[in-house]
Structure formats: structure tokens, C-alpha cells
């Protein structure tokens, strides 16, 4: 991964990886977010370990930053040899901007999510009243 893109062009390429997915018919875009971690040795702040709280990284002395990934899921090609052509990828977001971020990145999962097929149920409900309604019945 060559490295971290701004913010809007994270959301400008997770638009155009969303639109190039739905043009296909299938496929799937994974998103993952996670609390960015440093290095022990090289972050002089790092928290100390309390023998007492088995939860104390839990409560670092700065907020730490957010590290947002997308890939289209296509880790493996066919023949089970590593894709070489995989798209990834990520943003840091630091925590004045948490919420700002989060703001635009709903806007772009919910237009994603327009062309997206409602499931047909009601063949599955039938097939229930069928099996209740069974050989057995009164």
C-alpha cells in the first residue's frame, strides 16, 4: 500500500470503487475502521501499564486517531494465487475530526447502498405454510 490518502480522496475513490461494484451486478466492497496504535518504544506518551486494570489501554492521555480502510475483497484470484490488482484503501482520521468524517462517509455508504435489491420473501413464507400445514395435519 503506497500510503494514507486525504479525506477527500478517500471519499472520492470509496464512491467510484462503490459505483464500479454496482456496474458489475455483483461483488463486495469491506470496510473496516479501527483506533490507529503507535509503536510502544517510539511514542514517548505511551501509557503505563497498570498492574491493577486489566483494561488500561483502554484509556490513553490523547485521543488517538482512526484509521478508515476499504478494499473491494478480492484477495485471491480464481486460481487461488494472490491478486495483485486488489483495491485498497485508507485514511487517517484524527479525533477533531471524528464526527465531521463520519458525517460524509454515511452520505457515501447510503448512496452505495440505492441500488441495492430487495429480498424476495414471500416464496420463503409460502414454503413455511406449506411445511406447517404437512401430511400430518388435522
Known amino acids: 500500500m ?70 473491494d475483497g478480492k484477495s485471491q484470484s480464481k486460481d487461488r494465487v494472490k491478486n495483485k490488482d486488489k483495491v485498497k484503501l485508507s485514511t487517517i482520521v484524527q479525533p477533531d475530526d471524528v464526527e465531521a468524517f463520519f458525517g460524509r462517509y454515511a452520505e457515501v455508504c447510503k448512496a452505495g447502498m440505492q441500488s441495492l435489491k430487495k429480498r424476495d420473501r414471500s416464496k420463503r413464507k409460502k414454503d413455511k405454510g406449506k411445511k406447517k400445514k404437512g401430511p400430518g395435519g388435522a
Not at 459505483?19 to 483506533?35: A, D, I, M, N, P
Not at 503505563?48 to 482512526?66: E, F, M, R
Request: glycine content about 4%.
Open 2 to 71: 503506497a500510503g494514507h490518502l486525504s479525506a477527500d480522496d478517500f471519499f472520492t475513490q470509496l464512491a467510484s470503487l462503490i459505483e464500479k461494484t454496482q456496474h458489475k451486478g455483483h461483488g463486495s466492497v469491506h470496510l473496516t475502521q479501527k483506533r490507529l496504535t503507535f509503536d510502544a518504544n517510539a511514542a514517548p506518551a505511551a501509557p503505563q501499564k497498570v498492574a491493577d486494570d486489566p483494561l488500561w489501554d483502554l484509556q490513553p492521555p490523547n485521543p488517538l486517531p482512526l484509521i478508515v480502510r476499504a478494499t
